[in-house]
Every structure is written in structure tokens, then in C-alpha cells.
């Protein structure tokens, strides 16, 4: 179960499901028989999302959080729900809710605030999520999460880790870390010149135990190869690298120190002898020959990370 939602288009409830077209809150009956528009002379609306089958949303050039409150289900269908200004806001703020609390990214701040709209504490983040509904970020069990953060060009995770004061359980101080996103069990082919940089001799790291398997399963199953593929001898292939793919991740949970957590990998596989089979010519390397010597995988698998590591 996910345990943290942030603002999108579309939201489900027992009644039925809500969603955004062009702007306007639409709502469908749960056997798909009628759609109708909730109000017709509301402002824009960029998202929304759902907090104990109460509908909140923002608008497109107004700051803040705002719920859709009614007196009774059939008010939304007949465009008498009513706009409550919830959280107060700033440009770009970006909101989040694991039907405990409410988390808000707020210039370089991250806000808390239980289900009443009561402000638990405000306390500096490191990692700032991407501009846009909070893309790249996400917040769970209080813990921040960012891909390619303003802090973090290269790609990295960067986690924000809350740190509770003893006397004070609703004050917090947030300690940066970083994940890495990518394992080296090669050299980086020259065309990748941004992994040639990060993948020096030193960080090259022998198979693990996780490693060895994944490339037997690769091997042994060919229901993972695309077509374009099927004929190559995967001996004279060997692992590149193992990265997490460059989307948002799914975040779960933290349990026993660790982040538990689900996300597409991206695994590189290359010839063993690609230096022998690939021209270089002023314009650069050639796009078919380099399918020629690699392809890669993105499986999806269910990792974990060391809060302290």
C-alpha cells in the first residue's frame, strides 16, 4: 500500500471518481454512466487530491491549498460545492498527504500540518523538489525525498532525514544524505561522457550476491529480450552498470532504518569486445553501431536503503 499521494488529476472515492479536464473538476459515477461538471465558474484548476473523501485542490493562479466542501454528495453534481481556503500558500508550493498529516514544500520549507489544517512545524530542507506539483519529490513518514534536487545535479537521491528533538516531538531538524542512483561494474562506454566522470577505476565494484543473480535471471530468460536481440550470444555480453531509472520513484515506507521503496532499474549490458567493433569518426560514434555492442533492461524491482548509509 502507498503510503504518501500527492496533487494529480485524478482522484477516486467510494462515490465515484473526480477528475481534471481543461481545467475544470469533473466527477463520474461509479459505474461510468454519467459525468458531470462540479462548477462551472470556479477558477482553473491545476490538481487535486483526496484526504478522507474530502476532495482539496489548487488553483492554477491562486496560492494556496483549498478543500471542496459540500452539505451532501449530490451538491457536486449540481455545482453547489463551495471553495475553503485550507492551507494558505506561496508560489510553486507543492502538497503531499499520507491520510495522517499534510506535508507542503514551501520555499525551500517543509511544512506540516495535520488533517484540521493546524501547522505541526516548519523546519529548512537540503534536497528542493522540481518546480511542477512536485515532480521529482516526494514526502513520507516525514521524510523528504528528491531526484535531481536544485542541490543535486548529477542525478542523485538526496533524502532529507528528521531528526526529532527529545523534548519536543513536533520539532525537527532535517540531515542530509544522498543515495546514488548508479552501480559500475565496468567502465562507462566513451559515448557516455557524464558516466565516463562518475564511473573512475575507484568506484568500479565487484558482483554482489544481488548482482550475480540479476544477471543469471537476464541470461536464462530471454522473455526479458526485446526481439531486435534474440539472436546475439549473450556470452560476449557483460554488466555495465545498474541504475535507478530517472523517474520519481515509489516510496513506501521506512521500517528498522531502512527505505523500502519500488523503482524501474535501467541495466546495461555491453559487448565484450565493443572497443573492436565500433568506428569513431569526427562526428562521434555511430547510433547503430552502438545498439550493435549494447542494450539494456528496466525491470522493475523492490529495493531498500540504509537511512544512515
Not at 279 to 306: D, N, Y
Amino acid at each position: 500500500k502507498v503510503t504518501v499521494r500527492s496533487i494529480g488529476r485524478v482522484c477516486q472515492t467510494k462515490e465515484g471518481i473526480y477528475f481534471l479536464y481543461r481545467g475544470r473538476l469533473m466527477y463520474m459515477n461509479s459505474v461510468g454512466t454519467e459525468v458531470k461538471e462540479v462548477a462551472s465558474d470556479w477558477q482553473p484548476i491545476e490538481g487535486i487530491m483526496i484526504i478522507e473523501n474530502n476532495i482539496f485542490c489548487i488553483f492554477r493562479d491562486k496560492l494556496g491549498l483549498y478543500e471542496i466542501s459540500m452539505s451532501s454528495n449530490n451538491d457536486y453534481v449540481e455545482g453547489k460545492g463551495n471553495i475553503i481556503e485550507f492551507i494558505s500558500g506561496e508560489k510553486d508550493d507543492r502538497f503531499y498527504t499520507d491520510d495522517k498529516y499534510i506535508y507542503c514544500f514551501s520555499n525551500g520549507m517543509l511544512e506540516k500540518y495535520t488533517l484540521d489544517g493546524r501547522k505541526v512545524y516548519s523546519s529548512k530542507v537540503f534536497y528542493e523538489p522540481r518546480p511542477i506539483l512536485g515532480i521529482g519529490s516526494t514526502v513520507f513518514n516525514g521524510y523528504s525525498v528528491c531526484i535531481n534536487g536544485n542541490q543535486n545535479p548529477y542525478g542523485d537521491v538526496g533524502i532529507d532525514v528528521p531528526c526529532y528533538y527529545i523534548f519536543n516531538w513536533n520539532k525537527v531538524k532535517y540531515k542530509q544524505k544522498r543515495l546514488g542512483r548508479v552501480r559500475y561494474y565496468s567502465e562507462a562506454s566513451p559515448w557516455d561522457l557524464f558516466d565516463c566522470y562518475f564511473s573512475k577505476q575507484e568506484n568500479i565494484e565487484p558482483y554482489s550476491a544481488w548482482t550475480w543473480k540479476m544477471d543469471y535471471i537476464i541470461r536464462n530468460d530471454k522473455s526479458w529480450w526485446k526481439e531486435e536481440i534474440h539472436d546475439r550470444n549473450v556470452e560476449e555480453y557483460e554488466p555495465v552498470s545498474i541504475k535507478l531509472y530517472d523517474l520519481n520513484p515509489n516510496y513506501y515506507r521506512v521500517l528498522d532504518g531502512y527505505i523500502y521503496f519500488t523503482q524501474r532499474l535501467e541495466i546495461t549490458y555491453r559487448d565484450k569486445n565493443y572497443k573492436d567493433k565500433i568506428r569513431i569518426t569526427s562526428e562521434g560514434f555511430s547510433e547503430e553501431e552502438k545498439k550493435e555492442v549494447e542494450f539494456k533492461f528496466h525491470p522493475q524491482a523492490m529495493l531498500r536503503a540504509k537511512v544512515e548509509d
